[in-house]
């Protein structure tokens, strides 16, 4: 089973994917939204090259469990997406801390946020796509 997982943003999507085994995730690209055209398209392309199965899409919440605008935005993208993926299985992912946690980790590589920014959405992706693998790892282990 290989495994896509996306970071959305209004900026910024950050792509992480798994190895065959879909046991590791990997930070994979990250999309500027405006220069994207059709970003749903995009990225089934990718989930067609790559021979995705699964796709894990961050769903923001708020720190007390609620969805805001942002959860709702990455629910209609992740409709789009089974639209222009058909077969393949659209999964949401709490995401919450994601962002802050991937800054962290960046940061105690000796990245600042400048430095950070062109990577910071890939690893969020990672970590959600990562967080997923482990929760199945786990079910069937």
Not at 15 to 21: G, H, Q, T, V, W
Not at 112 to 141: C, E, F, H, W
Request: hydrophobic share 45%; glycine share 10%; proline share 4%.
């Amino acid at each position: 089973m290989k495994a896509l997982g996306i970071d959305t943003g209004a900026a910024r999507v950050g792509l992480a994917l798994s190895d065959d085994l879909g046991m590791l995730a990997h930070p994979l690209e990250t999309i500027t939204v405006k220069s994207a055209g059709n970003l749903a398209a995009y990225i089934a392309s990718i989930i067609k090259r790559e021979k995705v199965s699964v796709v894990v899409i961050g769903l923001p919440r708020n720190m007390d469990g609620s969805h805001g605008p942002a959860a709702a935005k990455s629910r209609e993208f992740g409709e789009k997406l089974r639209a222009a993926a058909p077969g393949c299985e659209i999964i949401f992912w709490d995401e919450r801390m994601t962002s802050v946690a991937a800054q962290k980790a960046l940061h105690e590589r000796g990245l600042n946020v400048k430095k950070s920014r062109p990577i910071i959405d890939q690893v969020a992706a990672q970590m959600i796509l990562q967080g997923y693998l482990d929760s199945q790892a786990m079910r069937t282990g």
